[in-house]
């Protein structure tokens, strides 16, 4: 369990100007459940995702996994960003297999574990490609299989699909609900998207404006295992809607940023 208690984070200027991202933020994270963040930009989200993960400290309050304060990354936890990072000199396998050469993991064994986590994310035979050679789709789940080969307990997402064209999201977003499925990790995923939100969680936190609260936590009572026709689900869609209203009633509502079209 994610225990998030009165966390507040301050961004320094030059001038010693004070930025408040995040204001007194109590959040528990159940283990073993998909939960996503969303919230306007600049509201916190990426900035509470890397406290998790250990990247950047706490201004006052606490955050510990199963009672340990978090003090640093560890073990524990992986992060897929937005932007896939891909070692461009590596091949696939060799990029997969770079946390685990990190972590002195003999070189037959993250081999093979990095084989497997390309094969969970059907990228099995690509593991000789470099990055250039393959489409953002496909970099994107590299990056995942990158995070699964450490097999981590916690699985930190932001925005990950949020650079991809709307087919290739979609069919992503597939993917990801049928490999949790399968190990049921704890999974924290910021996001913009409403539909992408209820689609993949259990819960959905909403966050207000600048400095960042948490104004909503909104259970997703729709039936596991989710399949596309989901979306279609009158439930669905009134939870979308209620999500929206519930962020325009917060002055968060902007119009969405035209999406970068990336090649499936």
């Not at 993917?175 to 049921?184: S, Y």
């Not at 039936?223 to 009158?234: F, G, L, N, S």
Request: proline share 8%; net charge neutral; glycine share 6%.
């Amino acid at each position: 369990m994610i225990a998030i208690a009165e966390v507040t984070k301050v961004f320094r200027g030059r001038d010693d100007e004070e930025l408040v991202a995040l204001d007194r933020v109590s959040l528990t994270v159940r283990d073993h459940e998909f939960l996503s963040i969303i919230g306007p930009s600049g509201c916190g989200k990426t900035t509470l995702l890397r406290m998790i993960g250990g990247l950047i400290p706490a201004e006052a309050g606490t955050i510990a996994i199963d009672g340990v304060p978090v003090t640093g990354p560890g073990p524990d936890r992986a992060i897929v960003f937005q932007d896939f990072a891909l070692l461009p000199w590596a091949d696939l396998l060799a990029n997969v297999a770079f946390p685990l050469e990190i972590r002195k993991v003999p070189r037959r064994e993250r081999e093979a574990r990095a084989l497997e986590a390309l094969r969970l994310v059907g990228l099995q035979d690509f593991a000789h490609y470099y990055p250039r050679q393959i489409s953002g789709g496909m970099q994107q789940r590299v990056g995942l299989a990158r995070a699964l080969g450490v097999d981590p307990e916690i699985l930190l997402m932001d925005e990950p699909f949020g650079a991809l064209d709307a087919q290739t999201r979609q069919l992503l977003q597939e993917e990801l609900t049928t490999l949790w499925q399968r190990d049921r990790k704890t999974v924290v995923f910021i996001t913009h998207a409403m539909d992408e939100a209820v689609y993949l969680s259990d819960r959905v936190v909403i966050m207000t404006p600048r400095p960042g609260r948490v104004a909503e936590v909104l259970e997703i009572p729709l039936a596991r295992p989710r399949a596309p026709e989901t979306r279609e689900d009158p439930a669905f869609v009134r939870l979308t809607a209620r999500i929206w209203e519930r962020l325009k009633a917060l002055g968060a509502a902007q119009p969405p940023a035209p999406a970068k079209q990336t090649p499936a």
